[in-house]
């Protein structure tokens, strides 16, 4: 079954998605900067959201992704964004270096080293059941296909996959540190997977 989107909805929980990876971001390297290029034209079509820029002059690419399903343990790895104008989908063509994908409703934000990755993928992408979203843009509705991967299958092959526990409100600093250490060695046995529909 296909989920339906609004622009607007998906929009705020991208927006949500790169504040959380910018926080992140300059909490991994405090000296560092990040500029946000969502919006560059130059950028857009390479699918990279942020320039890191670190300390030592190196400046990163970061693409981020959104997801806002409640008990998702899937990521969605976008293979073709619109499927009318048959474009390909950021996953497959994204120059950046680090995939930051954010689980909203869980609080959990993942680095994934993008192009270990798809190498990673590619070759064994007809394993992975194909997936459906559709987004409306006023009178324009385009529909995005993606490959549904389970979060364990993906930190298994690829061991350089971060899982960093979002803040929660009231929290301390203390609080987010314990919550990180728990969360690394979570990172080796991820919960169950529930299968919620897209």
Not at 59 to 87: A, C, H, M, W
Not at 117 to 133: G, I, N, Q
Request: aromatic letters at 10%; proline letters at 7%; hydrophobic letters at 40%.
């Amino acid at each position: 079954m296909a989920r339906g989107f609004s622009m607007r909805g998906v929009m705020g929980a991208a927006d949500r998605a790169v504040q959380y990876a910018r926080n992140w971001l300059l909490a991994t390297e405090p000296s560092s900067r990040v500029h946000d290029v969502q919006d560059d034209p130059r950028f857009q079509h390479r699918g990279v959201d942020l320039l890191w820029e670190l300390s030592s002059g190196e400046v990163r690419g970061i693409e981020v992704k959104g997801d806002r399903q409640p008990r998702r343990r899937r990521y969605f790895f976008e293979l073709v964004s619109n499927l009318e104008r048959d474009t390909p989908g950021c996953f497959l063509y994204s120059g950046a270096d680090l995939l930051v994908y954010v689980f909203l409703a869980q609080g959990e934000l993942h680095v994934l080293p993008l192009k270990t990755v798809r190498e990673w993928f590619l070759p064994r992408a007809k394993s992975y059941e194909l997936r459906h979203t559709f987004t409306q843009t006023g009178a324009i509705r385009y529909t995005t296909v993606g490959a549904v991967v389970p979060v364990k299958d993906v930190q298994e092959a690829v061991p350089e996959v971060k899982y960093i526990p979002l803040p929660r409100r009231g929290q301390t600093a203390e609080d987010i540190q314990a919550a990180q250490a728990a969360g690394e060695a979570q990172a080796a046995q991820p919960p169950p997977e529930e299968d919620v529909p897209y």
